[in-house]
């Protein structure tokens, strides 16, 4: 069966930081899998999914099919990229979503 | 282009009480979603659309049926609303475009069932 793990329910780091989301799937297949941020008061967005091999807003995310993860990071953080983080999988019409982790980056 | 529109925003139910929450896309997408997003469990899928006619089951599918109208429109009813149901909801739709299988959410129904 299909499962996204989001270990941590809350990080927060100091502005110029480095982050790091930790994200962990299940999946048998080739996954297709998904970071979304939710802004405060905003939509639920795409930030970026690992077939585009994408840097968005300084953040990228690596498929690791040996570990099964796909963990976000960005080198230094900023404040505006406080947020919550979900990370998701694709699987025949369907997602599956993790918990999600609050991201609270201080000046 | 409005995206994907929900009514209402807001509601207040008393236990037993039915209603339905509306939902709207207007970017020609096959697929339409529900979900449930509670505190410390994120998106949890109610039911989907894989295409006008079609509806599916997903995780958390009790106490909830669906319907999709035409291609535009997916609602979520429930019928007899129970205080475990106080939740936000939202609704999606996916597109198979330039960014692949991304999904566009609505703005959420934040409900409360007393």
């Known amino acids: 069966a299909q499962r996204v793990t989001q270990p941590e329910k809350l990080l927060s780091v100091f502005k110029g930081a480095p982050v790091e989301l930790k994200c962990n799937y299940s999946?048998?297949?080739?996954?297709?899998l998904f970071w979304y941020v939710q802004y405060s008061r905003q939509r639920l967005q795409l930030l970026l999914r690992?077939?585009s091999r994408e840097s968005i807003k300084g953040f990228t995310a690596d498929l690791n099919k040996g570990e099964t993860s796909f963990h976000l990071k960005k080198p230094f953080a900023q404040e505006e990229d406080s947020a919550m983080y979900y990370c998701?999988?694709?699987?025949?019409?369907?997602?599956?979503f993790g918990s999600g982790t609050k991201l609270n980056v201080k000046p | 282009n409005a995206g994907v529109t929900q009514t209402p925003k807001f509601q207040v139910l008393k236990t037993g009480q039915s209603m339905t929450l509306q939902c709207a896309q207007d970017?020609?997408?096959?697929?339409m979603y529900w979900y449930r997003q509670d505190p410390g469990m994120g998106l949890r899928l109610i039911y989907y659309?894989?295409?006008?006619?079609?509806?599916d089951k997903g995780e958390v599918p009790n106490g909830y049926n669906v319907s999709r109208l035409n291609k535009r429109e997916f609602s979520l009813r429930l019928e007899s609303a129970a205080p475990s149901q106080t939740s936000v909801y939202f609704c999606?739709?996916?597109?198979?475009?330039?960014?692949?299988?991304?999904?566009?959410f609505g703005p959420g129904t934040r409900l409360t069932v007393l």
């Open positions: 999606a739709s996916r597109g198979t475009g330039g960014r692949g299988n991304e999904q566009f």
């Open positions: 999946y048998s297949g080739s996954p297709e």
């Open positions: 690992h077939i």
């Open positions: 998701a999988l694709y699987n025949f019409n369907k997602f599956y």
């Open positions: 970017m020609n997408h096959n697929s």
């Open positions: 659309s894989a295409s006008e006619g079609t509806t």
